[in-house]
């Protein structure tokens, strides 16, 4: 099992997006690129009207 985003709500998981090939970084509300600056970063997914949490497995 790898690190994942879920929905505290109703437990849907989700895989972390990846960028360049590698999974992405989760820092405050964003998921960012770890290797490139012109990569943008982007918001968490969202699911039951809130933002996902980040599951380190």
């Known amino acids: 099992m790898s690190n994942r985003l879920v929905c505290r709500i109703c437990g849907s998981e989700k895989e972390i997006p990846t960028c360049c090939d590698r999974s992405m970084l989760v820092k405050d509300d964003y ?14 997914p969202e699911c039951c009207d809130q933002k996902m949490d980040y599951l380190f497995v």
């Open 31 to 44: 998921l960012l690129c770890c290797c490139s600056v012109e990569c943008e970063h982007k918001p968490l």
